[in-house]
């Protein structure tokens, strides 16, 4: 060319002429050019997605890169920087992207259940809710735990601690079963329970 500009420089800089020129207004793109004060340095920040372009020239600063700090960097430091923006912005879209597919399968999840739910008979229904309810158990039961985990395995360390160091915890212990025991009977007693749920067939008061 007669300028002696490369085509694809020259295609890189009517880019940045357009992306300066699409500011919101004539200052702020001033200030952007001003402030890189080089056109290798302006190339390189196109490839900053639109937003971030926008928030560097309006803001002066945007994730890490501040306009006050391009003119003290090279071109290449200039280049890594931005692309670490552009990944930390594509990671960033990747995680929404993801969350509103979720979002959008627990929906459709929770549709079919609904239509299920709706032209199925009452046994089949019955059913449904008792499946409910064994998984609520199998949680809780899997947070009681066991011997090496969970709240027994809590208590167990605790009473074996106390006891090692002439410690009492007994008060202690027994008022945080006592809640736990107070909560199972106040589903069991509910007032509100068409009918009475009869006491645990373990020969024993729950």
Known sequence: SRLGMEPRQAQRMMEA???VSALPNASTSTHLVDSVKSESKLIELLSLPDEQFKELAEVGETGDLALD????????????????????????????????????????????????WKSATPDDQLVQLQQAVT?????????IGSESAG?????????????????????????TIGRLLTALR???DDDEL????????????A
Not at 135 to 143: G, I, R, S
Not at 152 to 160: C, F, K, P, Q, Y
Not at 194 to 205: M, T
């Open 17 to 19: 002429a357009r992306r």
């Open 69 to 116: 700090d391009i003119v003290t960097m090279s071109v290449r430091e200039l280049r890594n920087q931005v692309r670490e923006l552009r990944a930390d912005s594509e990671a960033k879209d990747s995680r929404i992207s993801k969350l509103s597919d979720d979002l959008n399968k627990e929906h459709e999840k929770l549709t079919k259940a609904q239509r299920r």
């Open 135 to 143: 998984e609520a158990e199998q949680n809780v039961l899997a947070a």
């Open 151 to 175: 709240f027994r395995a809590a208590v167990a360390t605790l009473a074996e601690h106390a006891d090692s160091n002439g410690l009492d915890t007994a008060q202690f212990l027994g008022d």
């Open 186 to 188: 106040i589903v069991r």
């Open 194 to 205: 068409p009918f009475a749920i009869p006491l645990v067939n373990d020969g024993a008061e």
